[in-house]
């Protein structure tokens, strides 16, 4: 079931998310522009009166999912094409 109203008191359960997508950037670093979007959106969520939440929601994703895609062309770049390197000896 989903809430149909998107207020502040109904995004708690996105810092559970936060809290992931922060390990993350904390442990493997940041993207640019990474710390000045997360840092817009949580001023927003707590100074802004207007309900802006699915917009802040929006943001997050679209983190989430650059994240995503900067650690597939990371290990898409890491991994040789070269099958000769995991061929098995007879």
């Not at 493997?28 to 522009?33: K, N, Q």
């Not at 100074?47 to 990371?74: E, G, K, S, T």
């Amino acid at each position: 079931m989903v809430s149909p109203h998107i207020l502040f008191y109904d995004l708690c359960i996105l810092s559970i998310a936060v809290a992931f997508l922060v390990r993350d950037r904390m442990s493997l670093g940041f993207l640019p522009g990474e710390r000045t979007v997360t840092l817009i959106c949580i001023a927003a969520l707590f100074l802004v009166q207007v309900p802006i939440d699915p917009v802040v929601c929006a943001a997050l994703f679209f983190l989430a999912a650059r994240r995503i895609a900067a650690h597939r062309r990371f290990d898409q770049a890491v991994v040789p094409n070269d099958s000769k390197c995991f061929k098995m000896k007879r």
